[in-house]
């Protein structure tokens, strides 16, 4: 079975490279139940192996299985979700192969296109992936007018659909594409709380999409990335009204994801380990966060 779409080309012209994550990591304030779970981490590289696509808008330093491992070894993260990002366009093999290498129970979220024969699906789902994503607003991204077709195509085995949006000025993509996402025949994922932006508050639009979509209870919702939404440093305290809404809809629909290496974020780094921390403030019952950290992703993810 071939990861790499027919026809994508590559190439090796120089792009602005991201800075690279916080590489010391410190030990977390907040004790990890068992299982706990990052659902939303990418690896990179070696480029030797692992080739990126021409479509990419921006290079990425190594980011190896190996040092995704100490991470999550250091934050008492026991089980991990390798999403695939938008730099390998739709070849899968990079976080294919990172899920045998990381040595801890792993998922894998892909990026395809819908005319994938049945039977590299079935290939795929025995190598543990689990979704399948779309990047709204990343060049070379696979289309989203392919969705509901693969979306059918994935049903049956019990994926999702996961869906990064990027911020686009105030014209609510989430809210122009509800009828859209709620025919599917799956589940649907949202990354990163939906790339709100807290300054516009609760009301937007697209906040108040993701709360009807969450409150069918077939859309599940990434608490992550308030380092890029933000404009407070860690615990992010404006992105806490969001969050507080998210949980008193639909508690058993969140899950908790670092997006370590933080790519592409031209703000000042966070330690990754402030971006569990966070999740005191955010989410200050135990039982109620330990149902993010663990139950939920056991359930979505099929672990």
């Not at 990002?85 to 070849?91: F, H, K, M, Q, V």
């Not at 990079?94 to 395809?112: K, Y």
């Not at 979704?131 to 059918?152: F, S, T, W």
């Not at 019990?158 to 509800?178: F, I, K």
Request: net charge negative; charged share 20%.
């Amino acid at each position: 079975m071939s990861n790499q779409a027919s026809g994508q080309d590559f190439r090796a012209d120089a792009l602005p490279l991201c800075q690279p994550p916080d590489p010391d990591p410190r030990m977390p304030l907040l004790h990890c139940p068992p299982g706990t779970t990052d659902c939303h981490v990418h690896v990179y590289g070696p480029e030797s192996k692992y080739q990126v696509a021409n479509t990419r808008s921006f290079d990425v330093p190594e980011a190896l299985p190996a040092t995704l491992r100490r991470l999550a070894d250091t934050l008492g993260v026991e089980r991990a979700v390798l999403v695939q990002p938008s730099g390998y366009g739709t070849d899968n093999s990079r976080h294919l192969d990172a899920a045998d290498e990381l040595g801890i129970p792993t998922r894998v979220i892909v990026a395809l296109r819908a005319d994938i024969p049945e039977s590299d699906l079935r290939q795929l789902h025995h190598r543990g992936v689990r979704g399948v994503r779309y990047n709204i607003g990343h060049a070379g991204a696979v289309p989203i007018e392919e969705m509901p077709l693969l979306a059918r195509k994935i049903a049956p085995l019990g994926w999702h659909v996961q869906l990064h949006v990027m911020d686009d000025g105030g014209q609510a993509p989430l809210a122009q594409m509800e009828e859209v996402l709620m025919s599917l025949p799956t589940d649907i994922v949202i990354d990163h709380i939906g790339s709100i932006r807290p300054e516009r508050g609760v009301a937007q639009p697209g906040f108040q999409t993701l709360l009807r979509l969450v409150g069918t209870g077939r859309c599940w919702v990434k608490l992550s990335c308030g380092y890029r939404m933000s404009h407070e440093p860690p615990p992010y305290l404006d992105m806490l009204p969001y969050v507080q809404a998210l949980v008193a809809s639909r508690p058993d629909r969140l899950v908790w994801a670092s997006d370590w290496p933080h790519v592409s974020f031209k703000g000042r780094m966070p330690n990754t380990t402030d971006l569990l921390d966070l999740m005191t403030t955010w989410v200050p019952d135990e039982s109620t966060r330990n149902r993010i950290f663990v139950d939920n992703p056991t359930e979505l993810y099929q672990f």
